[in-house]
């Protein structure tokens, strides 16, 4: 495993840990379907809650939220229709979420949350 997939390993994990320390109770891991990938599924309450994680080394480069750009929204939402389908959740309400990591200088992960970052009509 190379350096960039190690980073972002550690980022999911850290950023599971710190949805539930929001109070999420954790679904669903890397949730796979012929449309693509969501990083994480929760609960957050009732809502079911959709969420991206995007680890960076440095914040020089390029935010991390700036990487879920519209085409990597577009198949988040069809990711999101294939699961409430799957799991028979329609009417269930959901948003969707961001989890920004950044390395910082001491070599921890600072997170920002994006709650509702976009939303769609699934």
Known sequence: MDDRARLGRAGEK????F????GHKIICRNYRCP???IDLVSLDGKTI???EVKTR???ERANPEDAVNPTKRRRLVISAKCFIQKTRSQGRAYRFDILALTVN???GLDIEHFKGAFSCRC
């Open 19 to 22: 949805l539930r320390r929001q």
């Open 105 to 107: 200088a001491k070599g």
């Open 49 to 51: 809650v959709f969420t």
């Open 14 to 17: 850290e950023s599971e840990r």
């Open 35 to 37: 449309a693509g990938e």
């Open 57 to 59: 080394s440095d914040s």
